[in-house]
């Protein structure tokens, strides 16, 4: 069959939300995301998001439905709308969070107890939520917590923590949700009746059940009828949709699939689109012609034989999930060893949305080295069924990677049809094993398949088969190894022996990701010891007395960690019984927008309509890190469909270079760039397919210009700082040094960070047409630094650009003057076009272009007593400030501040240096500086601990602050609460009796080890100066008594909205319902200081306080005469009675100073303390880890709302678990960034929070300086994630002391398994170095961590002469 033989463009019918869709002119390169958020009806349903567009972050989740004629069963699958063709959706209904439920219609459970139980903040997450929650559900309307769990594995949040939206969850499982634990004797639920502090009364409940609906599957929307007719009664027939430039066509039978493979061998078939998807849209695939073949019956078999099982290519990895779990339930364990080694991969490969996509075949026939199912398959002898014109045959899977490379066995034109597993035999042993950045929905670093069969009845080798993947370029057989251990026993000179060979065989390039080969190799042999192990203690079931199986202390590591659902607890001070019931400050009131989150009706700025001749950017960057620009050649992109225009710096009529501070902020790169990134032109064209095609066209020449500096060393060696370089000194440093008894000297490294805030950096920039006014909808956290410098760029007055701003979907520091260049951007291509335009950044330019958080090292040298002591603490800070200033020194000058965390230092001087280099420009990141500079601070601690012999703890607490006592900046504190919250922390976590049990544990336990941390925090608030902390709002209240107000914060999921409404609703003495805020924006209130340093609230919530208490003021005479009146009657009464009824209100500010000459001041009005102990377990064969659970004690003042207060420690607190253990950005040598998008870069997700995690607010908290005695507290929890960090080091200590290796060692952030295992050396790790050593290796080392986490060369003279067993 060909293209020519094929009849015109088919009609694609599918339904979206109960409604027919009938699509004349499907283009096959549409994906349901962008057609339901730009093409759909006349509404575009936006409620489902765009986060990254590569099937990594969920935000895109739908529900798929489909009908199966002969079984007559409907099938109900959520799915990443971002990879789903649109031609895929035949006869398929989909549903989208707008079609679960709405404001307008029925808000659906689901959408409501997410809401309620505050499992949104900037809701950009939510309808993903919502879909995957929902679509589960729709199967099972009582889920089990671990089916829910599973559930959620392929949706990430950046703000909450996921701790709120799995308490959604709990409520639909049919479980208990109590810890199942007696910890301390009680049990979770038990505790509130004992938390009546003597004087206080505390809540646990952040939510009631009672309001919520139940659940009732009968108000489901049905399968559409009309689908399941066609189903039934039309032939099944070819389909073909042609588009522009693809072509798609979807065969029924096998032979014409053959027929089209014959005459298009180059076309691929695509099933789930989730490798053909990415490969196209991230690499410039191109394929004029698809197949897809998933109608196909052969291709979609399941076949029960007596030897195994036949499954179709085309079946979804779901399906095979399932088939195989109610197989193992069914065949005796003998038969099933293959099974079980399959579906422990399947367990954590990619998240459920893309499981219930990507098929069988697919994942095999990609032969990607990181296929987690090749090397299983492999191992076991699977079969591959193959057809072709030329006829049928049956290979072994193992051959398709026969040559090493994987790609010479299966010819163009053949296809596979079907998989055959076989059952296990007598005597056989099958296993699997993967180790991945993330423990799910992330692709392997390493992955291994092995199988071994016993001659009967003994251990001798018969056959032996080792497969592994995410080594080389595709799955690797460790061949001559299995040849050579071939009838040798099962003991330890032959692990001995196979561990050498394996080596040896096993060739490991350096890899393009960054995992250094050291890694992999001593990941290859771990897995192989691993799979002894197992295979030993098998062995023992067959004949306990010749094979006594494997010592208990090692038993352990057989079991991989699992993701459970988190037990949790909230403790909080209750609200005073004399508080009335309407006022609601101190309450724990829903997030203001949390049910419009849920149902996918809050608007973020690409889903504002698009207006009249709107046009749509794509920015060009640099590909250069320091080079001159010869030419750039626009013509072929000019040339381009749609295009319209290219503006480069010669199009901004005035301002292209701001100078904030040493040195410019460039809109466009003109004459040279700076970084790769850089933001050289920009294309407009009718769509944003056609303004990124043709931005793919446009020509840059550079001349490489020298030096190019990319690291902090590259900066000192070039002496490459922004000024000023800051100093603070405190005491006599030098003097103190002579007295002491001990000195340490060290370094630690700390990696920046993304913001990954789940809205990418967007625009809308529309011209009004007349005076030069512009409308400017921008995602930013300072509207009136947008409007600035739109202003300035375009040469026209701030009165002339009015920036709005509803909401933001995260920010986190990311979205200031970057957003301001990027608003630029998209205001001089509006403004030279007369168009309105959009400019909404793809998730790889974001991370791209924005920078990020700086990475950091700190040097130190400490002096101290025998007895813990410190004296003296002399140290050097440097930050990669990246190519242009932005806050970089305002950040390195915090980091000073900050630096003494918990800790009175007496004589300390400290150096912070911000680094200019050919980096992105880095910028704000919550915390700002103190992350960074606190962790070098506990870490020298902990050096001091090692040193001294005595326990962290307590050098922590000799050192800690203690009395009334001025900071090394000479500003007064007063650390009781600092003191209340370590004590109250080490209470409620149990410290001491769980310590004894870590230590228990530990001896208990060879390959796994624990490891407990607690930790303290003092988090000053302030930001410097009384200007930038000064606010104002406005207050309207209309005739009708409805009030809307106004301020200059900003939404960005911190919920400050909702605590404005509340501090209006008390001061107003109204209902929150009576109070409406519509946006932020500079035409209500001019000139407000950016939202950021935990300040919005504080400083907002006075200026709200203000103009209600003047609006009050003008009432209350009215009020007097008629004490009786509503406020209804008041209003119209001061209406007729001409009195104003707006507003304004005005915060001046906190005075705040620091005199840097002197190295003093008061830079901050108060101070946050908190503490956090968290427990780890590491695996010590791997690296990977599991947080167990987190106690956190925070003193946050008078808590306004402490479900959203509480909600923000937990978010930064996860974020800061990503800082310090998982995220990690990898360069180029050349400073590409490689990590540019959630495959890549990965943020905690659901596996990554503690198994039991709580948090108490400490109460009878009081601050005289913040709204109602509250306290800012946006940034504060994220140091507190360092207690994993150093629970993580306590592990590896205990590993390292059992070993005997070298007391003093050193860990950089963040804390990744590769650094843990390589801290935890033992024979493995020896071997792999003494190979290495050996090896003659590649000098030129293919990526380069910006932030090298190096990990420690393992002290292998020091290593006891351990033995294996
Ligand atoms: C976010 C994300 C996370 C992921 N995580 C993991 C992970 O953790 N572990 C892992 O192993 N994988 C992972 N993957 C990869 C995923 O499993 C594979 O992409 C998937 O299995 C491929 O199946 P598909 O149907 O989507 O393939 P498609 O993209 O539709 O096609 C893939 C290729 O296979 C060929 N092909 C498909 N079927 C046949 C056939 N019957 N005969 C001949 N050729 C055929 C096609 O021609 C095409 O070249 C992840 C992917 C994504 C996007
Ligand atoms: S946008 Fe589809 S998964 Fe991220
Ligand atoms: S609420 Fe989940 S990303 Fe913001």
């Excluded at 559900?137 to 009582?142: A, I, S, V, Y």
């Excluded at 009631?208 to 027939?237: H, V």
């Excluded at 049910?595 to 700025?605: D, F």
Aim: with cysteine; proline share 5%.
């Amino acid at each position: 069959m060909s293209l020519q033989g094929a009849a015109g463009t088919e009609e694609l019918i599918f339904y979206v939300n109960g409604r027919k869709i009938v699509e004349k002119n499907a283009n096959p390169e549409q994906m349901l995301l962008s057609y339901l958020r730009k093409r759909l009806f006349s509404v575009r349903l936006t409620g489902t998001k765009y986060g990254c567009g590569g099937g990594g972050c969920g935000a895109c989740t739908v529900m798929i439905s489909t009908y199966e004629p002969a079984s007559k069963k409907i099938r109900h699958y959520s799915a990443n709308a971002c990879l789903l063709p649109i031609c895929s959706l035949y006869g398929a209904a989909v549903t989208t969070v707008e079609g679960v439920g709405s404001t307008k219609t029925r808000v659906h459970p689901v959408q409501e107890r997410l809401a309620k139980c505050h499992g949104s903040q900037c809701g950009f997450c939510t309808p993903g939520m919502v879909m995957s929650i929902y679509t589960l559900l729709r199967n099972h309307p009582e889920p089990t917590s671990e089916q829910m769990i599973a559930a959620l594995a392929g949706n990430l949040c950046r703000c909450t923590g996921y701790r709120p939206i799995l308490d959604a969850c709990k409520t639909f499982c049919k479980e208990s949700v109590c810890c199942q634990r007696k910890a301390n004797g009680k049990c979770c639920l038990d505790q509130e009746d004992d938390l009546f502090d003597k004087e206080e009364k505390v809540s646990t409940r952040l939510f009631s059940t009672d309001e919520f609906q139940p659940l009732d599957p009968t108000q489901e929307l049905i399968f559409p009828p009309e689908l399941m007719r066609m189903s039934e009664n039309q032939p099944k027939r070819t389909l073909f949709f042609h588009g522009e430039r693809m072509t798609w066509i979807s065969p029924v039978s096998l032979d014409e699939l053959l027929d089209l493979k014959a005459a298009h061998p180059k076309a691929p078939l695509v099933v789930g689109n989730t490798s053909v998807g990415p490969e196209m849209k991230f690499r410039g695939v191109f394929h004029p012609i698809v197949i897809a073949p998933a109608r196909i019956p052969d291709l979609n078999v399941v076949k029960r034989m007596d030897d195994g099982l036949t499954l179709g290519a085309a079946c979804s990895l779901s399906l095979v999930k399932d088939i195989l779990t109610n197989a193992i339930s069914e065949y005796p364990e003998e038969k099933t060893k293959v099974f079980c080694a399959v579906l422990q991969q399947l367990r954590t490969l990619g998240g459920e949305q893309i499981r219930n996509v990507a098929s069988l075949g697919g994942n095999i026939i990609s032969r990607k080295s990181t296929s987690d199912l090749n090397p299983v398959l492999a191992a076991s002898n699977c079969m591959l069924n193959l057809a072709s014109r030329g006829g049928k045959r049956q290979i072994p899977l193992s051959d398709i990677f026969a040559d090493g490379v994987g790609n010479n066995t299966i010819t163009p034109e053949e296809i596979l049809v079907s998989v055959y597993i076989p059952h296990s035999r007598k005597g056989e042993y099958v296993s699997a094993f993967r180790q991945a950045p993330r423990r799910e929905n992330a692709l392997p670093i390493t992955n291994a398949g092995m199988r071994v069969l016993f001659e009967e009845g003994t251990d001798l080798i018969k056959d032996l088969s080792i497969f592994y993947g995410g080594a080389v370029s595709t799955t690797v057989c460790a061949k001559q190894t299995c040849r050579t251990l071939i009838g040798r026993h099962w003991n330890e000179q032959m692990l001995d022996e196979a561990c050498r060979l394996i080596l040896k065989e096993i060739a490991l390039p350096g890899s393009p990701s960054g995992e250094k080969v050291d890694y992999k190799k001593t990941l290859v042999v771990s897995f192989f010891y691993r799979f002894f192990l197992e295979v030993l203690q098998s062995l023992r079931t067959m004949d306990p007395c010749r094979y006594p199986g494997i010592p208990m202390e090692y038993r352990s590591v057989l079991q991989d960690f699992k993701t459970k659902i988190p037990q949790s607890i909230q403790i909080y001070q209750d609200i005073e019984p004399s508080q009335s019931p309407q006022d609601p400050v101190g309450r724990p009131i829903m997030h203001q927008s949390g049910i419009k989150h849920a149902t996918g009706e809050a608007v973020y700025i690409d889903d504002l309509p698009s207006v009249d001749g709107e046009l749509f950017l794509a920015v060009v960057t640099s590909s250069r890190a320091h080079a001159k620009i010869v030419s750039i050649d626009t013509s072929e992109a000019l040339k381009g469909p749609g295009v319209f225009d290219i503006i480069t710096a010669h199009d901004v009529p005035a301002t292209n270079e701001f100078y904030y501070s040493d040195g410019p902020e460039i809109i466009f790169a003109r004459n040279k760039v700076i970084c790769v990134g850089q933001i050289v032109c920009a294309v407009v064209a009718d769509s944003d397919i056609h303004a990124k095609e043709a931005a793919a066209k446009v020509k840059i020449e550079y001349e490489v210009l020298e030096p190019v500096i990319l690291t902090i060393e590259e900066a000192i060696k070039h002496n490459s700082f922004f000024e000023p370089k800051r100093k603070l000194e405190h005491g006599n440093v030098d003097q103190a040094f002579e007295t002491v008894d001990n000195i340490i000297e060290g370094e630690i490294r700390i990696g920046g960070q993304e913001h990954f805030y789940m809205e990418t950096q967007s625009v809308l920039a529309v011209p009004i047409g007349e005076d030069k006014e512009m409308d400017v909808y921008v995602s930013t956290q300072h509207p009136a630094i947008i409007q600035e410098m739109v202003a300035a760029s375009l040469g026209v007055p701030a009165n002339r650009i009015m920036c709005h701003v509803k909401r933001v979907g995260g920010a986190f520091g990311g979205k200031l003057l970057k957003a301001g260049l990027l608003a630029s951007v998209a205001a001089v291509a509006a403004n030279k076009t007369s168009r309105a335009v959009r400019l909404i950044l793809s998730r790889g330019d974001d991370m791209l272009i924005t920078g990020g958080r700086h990475p950091f090292i700190g040097k130190y040298k400490v002096g101290f007593m025998n007895d813990g002591r410190i004296r003296a603490v002399d140290a050097k800070y440097y930050i990669n400030g990246g190519c242009t200033p932005d806050d970089s020194v305002l950040v390195a000058e915090v980091s000073l501040l900050k630096m003494d965390n918990a800790y009175k230092i007496p004589n300390l001087r400290c150096w912070a240096y911000a680094c200019k280099t050919n980096l992105p420009s880095n910028t704000a990141f919550r915390g700002f500086g103190f992350p960074q500079s606190a962790l070098v601070t506990e870490t020298w601690i902990t050096g001091v601990a090692d040193k001294t012999g005595l326990s962290p703890e307590k050098i922590r607490e000799i050192n800690m602050y203690k009395e009334n006592e001025q900071t090394h900046f000479k500003q007064k504190l007063d650390p009781q609460n600092l003191i209340r919250c370590w004590n109250e922390c080490m209470e409620k976590s149990a410290y001491y009796s769980r310590k004894t049990a870590v230590n228990e544990f530990n001896k208990q336990n060879y390959w796994k080890k624990k490891g407990i941390a607690i930790v303290p925090m003092k988090f000053p608030f302030g930001l410097g100066t009384r200007y930038l902390s000064q606010a104002a709002a406005l207050v309207h209240i209309y005739t009708d008594g409805s009030v809307l107000l106004t301020h200059g914060g900003i939404e960005m999921g911190q919920g400050i909205h909702t605590k404005m409404i509340q501090v209006a609703s008390r001061e107003l003495n109204i209902p929150m319902s009576c109070i409406h805020f519509c946006e932020t924006s500079t035409t209500t209130v001019p000139n407000a200081c950016a939202s950021v340093g935990s300040a919005g609230t504080d400083v907002n919530g006075m200026a709200v306080k203000d103009a209600c208490q003047t609006l009050l003021k003008r009432l209350q005479p009215i009020i007097n005469k008629n004490p009786k009146g509503t406020w209804n009657d008041w209003i119209k009464e001061a209406f007729e009675q001409s009195v104003s009824l707006s507003a304004t209100g005005y915060f001046r500010g906190y005075n705040e100073n620091m005199d840097w000459e002197k190295g003093e001041g008061q830079p901050f009005t108060y101070f946050l303390y908190g503490a956090a102990c968290s427990e780890v377990e590491i695996n010590c064969l791997t690296g990977d880890h599991k947080n167990l659970r987190t106690d956190i004690v925070m003193d946050i003042g008078y808590s306004i709302n402490p479900a959203v207060d509480i909600g923000q420690i937990e978010g930064a607190f996860v974020q800061g678990i990503g800082l310090y253990t998982m995220e990690e950005l990898k360069y180029s040598p050349e400073g590409v960034l490689y990590t540019r998008g959630p495959d890549q870069y990965k943020i905690p997700a659901v596996c990554d929070i503690p198994e039991q995690f709580s948090v108490s607010l400490l109460s009878s908290s009081q601050n005289p300086y913040a709204i109602y005695s509250s306290k800012g507290i946006g940034e504060a929890g994220l140091f507190l994630g360092s207690s994993v960090f150093f629970a993580l080091r306590d592990a590896v200590t205990s590993v390292r002391n059992e070993r005997g290796l070298k007391k003093t060692f050193a860990l950089n952030s963040p804390l990744t398994a590769e650094q843990i295992r390589a801290s935890c050396a033992d024979d493995f790790t020896e071997m792999v170095i003494r190979r290495s050593l050996r090896e003659v290796r590649s000098t030129s080392a293919e990526t380069m961590l910006l932030h090298p986490c190096v990990p420690l060369t393992p002290v292998i003279t020091d290593l006891p002469s351990s033995h294996l067993l």
